[in-house]
């Protein structure tokens, strides 16, 4: 979830920094926001041989800093409430909040932070950082594609709609119930607007 | 070769594999729901999809074999009103049987819980990932179960009034011992 939130962090931040870049503004870094009121963060469990079962954050927000001279510069942070959790049903969804899995009492926060975003195309963007989750820290990588950019948009309007993809393993963080049924890559998608 | 007053071998196969999966569908529904989140309700849910899509392929099946090969005359002591409503039993019953597996197919697409058919066959999404959507399939999938046994109830029903008490060689038509 950490890993999600910095990944939507990221993500945000290099839409924002293309635009900028683009146009060869000369300001220094622009604050845009992202979060679950325009966005949504969705998992799937990837490599069951049962079945691929899903699930989704419903709170969660971030902030992207762009910075127009140098996108590598551009910073983005998420913070995931992993309590906001839901999953097809409410019997899954609390198995998910207990100690097992996400520990939601002990491990409230989910959290992600860029350490570095890198232009990979016109329109795409690499972003990498880490992410925290049950109190554990790791690497995580997500590939966002950027679309709908306005760099004149005013305040509080879309200035760019990205979607990120990224993966980690869930045992990493702990998480290992069920693992050999369930498994243990878990696939993160991230849609949002960065609205200023 | 059958004789014309029975069903053909394949339709009896069809027939029966589908009965059997059926009870078995019936018992493990029932008792999985109930059951605490764990492995045992994993694979539950697992074989529970499995085989109703086995059943929804032979129902397809059966359906093709039907219009291929209609069904064995009703013999004469079948009553007028019980030869009206025998056809249209049976086609509510493949009906069923088609409408409950698509219905928990499109439940588990719409729960984002994508079915790989025993494990090796990864079976399409039929719906995007929408809980409302779930909720309301969920309630449809339960109602038709509970409809389909109120009519196996009928068809069972029916198979002891016609040979318990009539003996007038109805099950014969269907029985997998008889040629």
């Excluded at chain 1, 146009?23 to 949504?40: F, N, T, V």
């Excluded at chain 2, 909720?135 to 389909?148: G, P």
């Excluded at chain 2, 109120?150 to 008490?165: K, N, P, Q, S, Y």
Aim: glycine share 8%.
């Amino acid at each position: 979830m950490s890993e999600t939130r910095r990944r939507v962090f990221l993500l945000g931040g290099a839409a924002a920094l293309l635009p900028c870049l683009s146009i060869g503004r000369a300001s220094a870094a622009e604050q845009l926001h992202i979060g679950a009121a325009r966005g949504s963060i969705d998992f799937a469990i990837g490599d069951s041989k049962i079945f691929r079962t899903t699930g989704s954050f419903k709170e969660w927000q971030g902030l992207v800093l762009v910075d127009d001279a140098d996108v590598a510069r551009s910073t983005v942070q998420v913070n995931v409430n992993t309590n906001s959790i839901q999953m097809m049903d409410t019997q899954q969804s609390e198995m998910l909040k207990d100690a097992d899995f996400f520990d939601v009492a002990k491990f409230p926060k989910m959290t992600y932070a860029s350490s570095k975003v890198t232009r990979t195309s016109d329109s795409t963007l690499k972003v990498e950082g880490t992410i925290t989750l049950r109190g554990i820290t790791r690497p995580m990588e997500l590939m966002v594609s950027v679309t709908d950019r306005k760099p004149d948009a005013a305040a509080g309007a879309r200035y760019a709609r990205f979607r990120a993809e990224g993966t980690l393993k869930r045992s990493e963080f702990g998480m290992v119930k069920y693992i050999d049924v369930v498994g243990d890559m878990v696939d993160f998608s991230i849609r949002t607007d960065a609205w200023r | 070769m059958p004789g014309a007053d029975t069903y053909t071998p394949v339709a009896k196969v069809l027939h029966w594999l589908t009965a059997l999966a059926v009870l078995g569908l019936i018992g493990l529904g029932l008792w999985m729901v109930g059951l605490p989140i764990g492995l045992t309700k994993l694979y539950a849910f697992a074989w529970h999809k499995w085989i109703g899509l086995t059943v929804l392929t032979l129902t397809v099946l059966r359906w093709i074999w039907r219009i291929l090969h209609p069904p064995p005359v009703l013999p004469a002591t079948v009553t007028p009103w019980e030869r009206a409503l025998a056809p249209w039993v049976h086609i509510l019953l493949l009906v069923l049987l088609l409408a409950l597996p698509v219905s928990g197919w499109l439940m588990s697409s719409a729960g984002g819980v994508k079915v790989i058919w025993f494990g090796y066959l990864p079976m399409p999404d039929l719906v995007e990932r929408d809980l409302h959507l779930f909720e309301t399939l969920r309630t449809l999938h339960h109602w038709l179960a509970w409809t389909l046994m109120g009519v196996l109830v009928l068809h069972l029903g029916a198979v002891v009034r016609h040979d318990l008490l009539r003996r007038d060689g109805i099950f014969r038509r269907m029985s997998p011992f008889t040629r």
